[in-house]
């Protein structure tokens, strides 16, 4: 049997340890993580290999050469470009004959190759996926098999939402030869996106396994630490250059350390390394070859390369020093620092934790480095949340980080382009935004800077202008210390998740785009957005309609951005206003909470009902989101104005469609079927909501949050439009708002927030979905299954340790019943979880 190692990925988010090298020869525990591999296969009686190259491929073969040195014969079959994880196998067919092993060569594992191998045979399988649990599943291909082990679903890279289970793809297959018969030659394939599902849809046996041993991707710094200190401390059956004493230290050949120096084990100490006098290496510790450790140096939980050197009484704490660096005496290297190949750290430098200096650097003695040379460090291992890219003004949104992430925007368009940004009144906004502007300049845009507007209106924008995409900044609806950042595409959409992926690459790659001086941009400006708005806005409004009846409307701006354009566009249908909180006065919402909300909400529905007005509404600071109030003077919770926006919408155009997320009640169906219209479900974030609203037949999609899409205007949520189209509905049915809601159908819609901790998360869904598997559950957003009265939703919240449970059902005993039940099946799933970890 043959085996295809993957050696030709890039390995982005590992640089700068990869930013002379190719990912799989970069060492773990004195060897490099291809030669682990390639001891594996040997191991379990392959010898014969074939090697995909792509990324500084001719240092693998310089390395390997013909495999001789291990007993093995290697061939290598080389990508003129990048093919994907299926087509650059496919592009080494004419190597293989019979079935084959697939294995990354990049990731650390010691499984059982031959019970794998063994198992796809006693099976008959066409392809058998070998499969690993892990605790937090988000990177990786999450897979579910039945109880035979059949595939039944995967999805490469979820989100928490359709982490079904904890069992990932392990990148390790056994193959038949004639599947690479069904791939195109010379075309970027991809085994989990591409040529699974294709064999799962032409019911092909494919099947999973979970393999038996040690796994870990090596994707980050802090896996590639992890992975040295699980194969120093044997976790991971790896063969060691050395001789292991019984404290735990690992020491090869030609090794000295000096009879003063204290090492604590685990720790390995490679081939004529040196370990002076006093020096104290504090465990786990991976001392490669030829390194040089100086008198009274001090090494905690660090990986040192080959060649490096560490100067007299320097203090290393978990980092990695790669190959041919030099330290400088008294050097304090702190957590999380990374220094590349060849750099040179002067005497009494500081490198501030989580900073990375990219190879071939030189530091002066004495600096304090609190961020990477050049361009670099990391904020956090992912950029989004469900609310955009958010954090706190001025700690972790500083001017500089904001820079570098204008720098990635750009670098992410053809240099050129066009790109607006927008923010709110806030000065923190203001600071975001023109920190902003300065990296996208320096990467080549053409800035378009719309200064402050409604997020409608940069949306309107995106999509009628040639800019390639847009920002706004605003400030966070959850906490008025923090902003979000939403990135728009040129539909004036959410970017998507594979956009959103993309733009983090660039960003934790840290190889941005730079233009030379006389490329820089001028700054243009976009006088004219609003008026282009508004003009949109009553193209789509049956205006004379709403003049002719003359509503009397209570907007309570609450000192948003909508009070720039929605007064000149209520005068504009003769609409008589009482206006409640205009302006920018920022005083008001600063530390504003929930119950001070709902004061304020209670006060405007007071002075609605008062004057008599149709209609009373709330907007939010970004004009995207609002609160009803009735014609009786009575605030509508969003789950039930969104059933009457469905009931105004499906009146006035029979047979249209009404697109809400997976959480929202279940009357919103009940009224959409009983006026001959349908419902289609989305995922429950936002963005999902508007993706689907865009579809042809949508009249309305809601995010059950009092945000509203209209398709024929835009793909937004837009509170600004929805005033004026809510008039018009209404004036069109010539009903008022008390007595639709008094005709809806009735239900309790119940919520229920259960801790569980983020390592448990995928393995509670696994339990759940495996229990209930046969209760027709539906996968769309987390696990929905029916109940008496109703349905259940269990969805694992996307960036907070938590699950929510959700029923809709007839009556509010029912409800606490339901979610009570499913909340003890979270519960324990959790409770079984820790005593496995146990």
């Not at 990048?82 to 496919?90: C, I, K, M």
């Not at 902003?483 to 790659?509: M, S, T, V, Y």
């Not at 869904?765 to 495996?770: A, F, G, T, Y």
């Amino acid at each position: 049997m043959k085996a295809v190692v993957m050696a030709g990925g890039e390995g982005s988010r590992l640089r700068p340890l990869t930013s002379r090298r190719p990912k799989p020869l970069v060492p773990v525990l004195g060897r490099p993580c291809m030669e682990h591999i390639l001891r594996l296969l040997r191991r379990h009686g392959i010898t014969e290999v074939v090697v995909t190259l792509q990324y500084l491929g001719a240092e693998i073969r310089n390395y390997f050469g013909d495999g001789q040195e291990l007993g093995m014969e290697i061939e290598y079959a080389v990508e003129d470009r990048p093919l994907g994880t299926a087509g650059s196998v496919r592009n080494a067919a004419d190597l293989l004959d019979d079935t084959f092993v697939v294995i990354s060569g990049d990731a650390l594992t010691d499984i059982d190759l031959t019970a794998c191998v063994d198992l796809h045979r006693d099976r008959g399988a066409r392809a058998t996926i070998v499969l690993a649990r892990v605790p937090s599943p988000l990177e990786y291909g999450v897979v579910i098999t039945d109880p035979a082990g059949r595939i039944q679903r995967f999805l490469e890279k979820p989100s928490w939402g359709e982490v079904f289970s904890d069992q990932v793809n392990t990148g390790i297959y056994v193959v038949e030869r004639d599947v690479l018969d069904t791939i195109p030659p010379g075309t970027n394939v991809d085994w989990s996106q591409d040529v699974f599902p294709a064999m799962l849809q032409r019911r092909e046996s494919l099947h999973g396994t979970i393999g038996v041993g040690y796994w870990c991707d090596i994707g980050n710094v802090a896996s590639y630490l992890q992975a040295n200190w699980d194969a120093l401390e044997g976790r991971a059956v790896c063969e060691v250059d050395g001789v292991r004493r019984d404290d735990g230290v690992w020491i090869a050949a030609g090794a000295e350390v000096d009879p003063s120096a204290q090492v604590v084990g685990p720790a390995f100490i490679g081939r004529e390394a040196m370990v002076r006098g006093h020096a104290f290496l504090n465990g786990p510790v991976v001392v490669d070859r030829h390194v040089v450790v100086d008198v009274g140096a001090k090494v905690s939980s660090s990986v040192l390369w080959p060649h490096a050197y560490i100067g007299e009484r320097a203090r290393l704490r978990q980092t990695v020093v790669c190959g041919g660096a030099t330290l400088k005496s008294l050097v304090l290297l702190e957590e999380g620092t990374v220094i590349g190949d060849g750099c040179t750290i002067g005497a009494g430098a500081v490198i501030a934790p989580n900073v990375r200096i990219w190879p071939h650097k030189e530091i002066e003695p004495g600096a304090s480095v609190n961020e990477s040379v050049i361009w670099a460090g990391t904020w956090r291992s992912s950029l989004f949340t469900s609310y955009g890219i958010t954090g706190l003004n001025n700690v972790e949104l500083t001017p500089e980080w904001c820079a570098r992430l204008g720098a990635a925007w750009a670098a992410g368009h053809p240099k050129g382009s066009d790109l607006a940004i927008c923010r709110d009144r806030r000065p923190s906004s203001r600071m975001i935004k023109r920190a902003m502007i300065a990296g996208m300049l320096s990467a080549g845009a053409r800035v378009l800077d719309l200064s402050e507007l409604p997020i409608p209106v940069t949306c309107h924008l995106a999509r009628e202008s040639a800019v390639a995409g847009a920002v706004h900044v605003l400030t966070s609806p959850l906490d008025p210390r923090s902003a979000d950042i939403r990135i728009f595409d040129e539909r004036g959409l959410p970017i998507d998740r594979r956009a959103e992926r993309r733009l983090e690459n660039i960003f934790f790659r840290e190889d941005f785009r730079r233009v030379v001086p006389d490329e820089i941009e001028p700054i243009a400006y976009a006088d004219w957005a609003l008026d282009a708005y508004a003009a949109h806005v009553l193209s789509g409004i049956e205006v004379e309609l709403v003049r002719a009846a003359r509503p009397k409307v209570l907007v309570d701006y609450d000192f948003s951005s909508a009070s720039v354009v929605l007064p000149r566009l209520l005068q504009a249908v003769g609409a008589e206003v009482i206006p409640l909180h205009t302006g920018f006065d920022e005083g008001p919402r600063a530390g504003r909470g929930p119950d001070q909300f709902q004061e304020q909400l209670a006060q405007s529905a007071l002075i609605s009902r008062t004057v008599g007005a149709a209609l009373g509404v709330v907007v939010d600071a970004a004009a995207q989101r609002l609160r009803l109030i009735d014609d009786r003077g009575e605030p509508i919770d969003h789950d039930e104005a969104l059933a009457v926006m469905t009931w105004l919408a499906l009146t006035t155009t029979p047979g249209g469609t009404v697109v809400v997320p997976a959480s929202a009640p279940r009357p919103i169906g009940v009224v959409a079927a009983g006026l001959g219209g349908r419902v289609v479900v989305t995922k429950v974030d936002p963005p999902s909501v508007l993706r689907a609203s865009v579809r042809a037949d949508a009249v309305l999609g809601g995010d059950g949050n009092g945000g509203y899409a209209w398709a024929r205007h835009l793909a937004t949520f837009d509170a600004i439009f929805t005033v004026l189209e809510l008039l018009a509905l209404c004036t069109r049915a010539g009903r008022s708002l008390s007595s639709i809601r008094a005709e809806l159908p009735r239900g309790a819609h119940l919520r229920h927030d259960e801790f569980c901790p983020w390592e448990a998360k995928g393995r509670v869904m696994r339990v759940l979905l495996d229990r209930h598997r046969g209760g027709r559950p539906d996968l769309t957003d987390g696990l929905k299954l029916p109940v008496d009265g109703g349905w259940v939703l269990v969805l694992p919240d996307p960036d907070r340790p938590e699950y929510h449970v959700i029923a809709s059902v007839d009556d509010p005993a029912t409800a606490e019943q339901v979610v009570g039940h499913y909340a003890a099946e979270v519960r324990a799933a959790i409770a079984d979880d820790r005593g496995e970890l146990r």
